[in-house]
């Protein structure tokens, strides 16, 4: 498996997703990451249901979690090529489209990879390269996370609102 870091390496299509709950500084970092190595972008989103199985507490709805998706999309690419597409399991089109390239993780989510790729060889397709993005850190040097701002913690931009 291929990890990269690099900027430059372009992707005809690449994938990235998570439950993007109380959107934040992190999934921004994330997804603009995914639109600087790829030129369309598959954005999959954590259904409630699929969230729920994970033991994952959310606040937000679908549809609420997808809006500010969308709104940051429109604002901040505006002229990209991109679909956002429903999860119900970890990888959506990631492992049945041959077209999509690389996938963009975190060092959360790397572990999956070879999952998904294992997924991808069954079906004959070939395994994605990897693109790892850091962590966003809020003041107090901890990553941001939707369950940080969700007990009050930190603001979507990282700002400690509290100390734990």
Known sequence: MTVSRSKHKRFAVVAVGGTFDHFHKGHK??????FEVGVRVIIGVTSNAFAATLGKKI??????????LQEFLMTSFP?????????????????????VEAIIVTKETFPRVRIANEQ????GLRPLETVL?????????????????????????GRVLRKK
């Open 79 to 99: 002229n990209n090529d991109y679909e956002i597409h429903k999860l119900d399991d970890y990888f959506g089109p990631a492992v049945i489209n041959g077209a």
């Open 59 to 68: 606040d937000q709805s679908y549809q609420k979690r997808v809006r500010a």
């Open 29 to 34: 970092a994330l997804i603009t990451k995914s």
């Open 133 to 157: 993005v850091d962590f966003v850190v809020t003041e107090d040097g901890r990553p941001i996370s939707s369950t940080r701002i969700r007990k009050g913690e930190t603001d979507s931009e």
């Open 120 to 123: 991808r060889e069954k079906r």
